[in-house]
């Protein structure tokens, strides 16, 4: 256990590493949960990444810095691939895709289902994910998605002010429609909370199957129209500012990926760009 003035809270660490804000750390640290080389942590301990951290028996991964750098990824995730950093079935995750890191790790802001594309962000700012997927923060989600049914005004009105689901009472924000033709229709719908599969089981409680649903907007933060699905970017610092600034937290150094990285993956989208046909 480490008490020099180079180690760090064990609050402000467990944040970092995307388990619940400091003052929720806090409180799992005084219900004796957190164990720090095999011995049970109290309020006021501090640790290195040195240490061995572990919360309800299971080793704590933390990043090699104190988050005075942080970066943000935007993905354009594809359908076909789950949120999780492994899975027993063997299928892509998300991570597969994204560079890897020397040190520290990328933390997914929320989840999209398997068949749902679009949107992700990653961090490596514990802190900074946790407040974003926090309710108290109060951030849009917007979607694009395809319907088969027939909609009308009265189901709009029904899904704006308020169904009742399984978990609870959910809505709409806001629906626009996208155009189409016949049964299919495209509509953009946001929603304020991250629940499971909430955009698909909200019209689906009125009898609407969902086709196609793309995740094209965060807060403030849209997908970029030049990424392609599979592929990320690094977030600019001044969007990176207002993802901050959305969550009220002060906006910390800025890191970034070695050039290589980034060499990397432009080899392999111009491998993946397809051949143009020659003009006859």
Same mark, same amino acid.
């Given at each position: 256990?480490?008490?020099? *003035? ?49 919360? +309800? ?10 988050? =005075?750098?942080? %970066? ?10 789950? !949120? &999780? #950093? &492994? ?25 999209? +289902?398997?068949? =749902? ?15 974003? %997927? ?10 694009? !998605? ?8 009265? %189901? ?20 626009? +429609? ?36 793309? #995740? ?16 990320? +970017?690094?977030? *600019? ?40 046909? *020659?003009?006859?």
């Amino acid at each position: 256990m480490t008490d020099t *003035p180079s180690g760090e809270k064990l609050q402000k660490l467990l944040a970092q590493a995307g388990h619940g804000s400091r003052r929720e750390m806090e409180r799992v640290i005084a219900a004796g949960r957190v164990s720090i080389n095999g011995k049970s942590a109290k309020l006021g301990d501090r640790a290195s990444t040195d240490d061995l951290i572990k919360l +309800d028996g299971r080793p704590v991964k933390l990043a090699a810095s104190t988050g =005075t750098e942080s %970066m943000v990824l935007i993905y354009n995730k594809p359908e076909g691939e789950i !949120c &999780s #950093r &492994s899975d027993p079935e063997g299928r892509r995750t998300v991570f597969d895709s994204l560079p890897k890191l020397k040190a520290g790790r990328w933390i997914s802001v929320g989840r999209l +289902d398997y068949n =749902t594309s679009g949107l992700l962000l990653f961090t490596t700012d514990g802190t900074l994910a946790h407040k974003l %997927m926090h309710p108290s923060s109060v951030i849009e989600r917007e979607y694009l !998605c395809r319907v088969l049914g027939h909609v009308d005004e009265a %189901m709009l009105q029904r899904l704006t002010e308020g169904v009742l689901l399984d978990d609870g009472v959910a809505r709409f924000a806001d629906v626009v +429609d996208g155009g189409g033709e016949g049964a299919n229709r495209w509509y953009y719908v946001v929603i304020m909370e991250g629940r499971n599969r909430e955009v698909r089981r909200l019209w689906e409680s009125q009898e609407v199957q969902v086709s196609r649903l793309k #995740r094209v907007r965060y807060g403030k933060i849209f997908l970029p129209s030049k990424l392609k699905q599979g592929q990320w +970017d690094e977030m *600019p610092a001044k969007e990176m500012a207002e993802l901050y600034k959305m969550v009220e937290l002060d906006t910390p150094k800025t890191g970034h990926l070695p050039p290589s990285v980034r060499e990397k993956r432009a080899r392999q989208d111009r491998k993946n760009k397809p051949a143009r046909r *020659p003009r006859r």
